[in-house]
């Protein structure tokens, strides 16, 4: 019992406070740095935080979910996915240090609720939590087509990030449909988007 525990107290600091693992370059990486005014990095920057938030609230998700899911097999898909999202969270990381930036100031925050919210999700059965998931990718997909346009045209270290963070999530969500997921009620994805938007608007500046 104090295993699952541990393991998920462990991943916790190591997502918040270490470095991320990741096996594929990262994208833009041999890229030169744009000459960008000091606007424009500031903005860029705070867009990438804002990413880096959701990556990190994505690590707390897929670990509440997993934690309570008990098919073999959404297990494994559900831990390969979480570690793409692993690698985003080291790509946006260190975009942020090139761009002279910072993470979140309420990262403990964020992944604390993200993990009650996949807690949550997975005690409702392998369907609607699959269901959650699907739409949470589907809302970030949508986030990021956002983050696509608003990035200077010159930032194409970024937009290669982002780009490439967008082609995975939507593979996440194929997945998760393709495993089962329930369609979620349309007030619930409601409630879902107002979330996200309180959270990245607060990123944005914290």
């Known amino acids: 019992m104090l295993d699952p525990i541990i393991l998920g107290f462990d991943r916790a600091l190591r ?10 370059s990262m994208p833009g990486g041999e890229c030169v740095e744009p000459e960008l005014s000091a606007e424009d990095r500031a903005h860029a920057g705070a867009l990438m935080r804002i990413n880096h938030v959701g990556e990190v609230c994505a690590q707390a998700l897929y670990q509440g979910q997993a934690l309570i899911c008990h098919d073999p097999e959404i297990r494994q898909a559900m831990n390969k996915a979480a570690y793409e999202e692993t690698e985003h969270l080291d790509w946006t990381a260190r975009r942020i240090n090139e761009l002279d930036a910072r993470k979140s100031l309420l990262n403990p925050l964020w992944y ?4 009650s919210l996949g807690v949550f999700a997975g005690k409702l059965g392998d369907a609607w939590s699959l269901g959650f998931l699907a739409e949470t990718e589907r809302q970030v997909e949508t986030h990021l087509d956002h983050h696509l346009s608003e990035l200077p045209t010159e930032d194409v270290k970024s937009l290669a990030i982002v780009l490439q963070m967008k082609i995975d999530e939507k ?3 194929e997945m998760a449909v393709r495993l089962g997921a329930r369609e979620l009620p349309t007030i619930v994805k409601k409630t879902m988007r107002l979330m ?3 959270m990245t608007r607060t990123s944005y500046y914290l």
Do not use: D, P
Request: without cysteine.
């Open 196 to 198: 996200a938007g309180v």
């Open 171 to 173: 593979s996440h969500a």
């Open 15 to 24: 997502t918040l406070f270490s470095a991320a693992s990741t096996t594929r």
């Open 112 to 115: 604390l609720g993200a993990l």
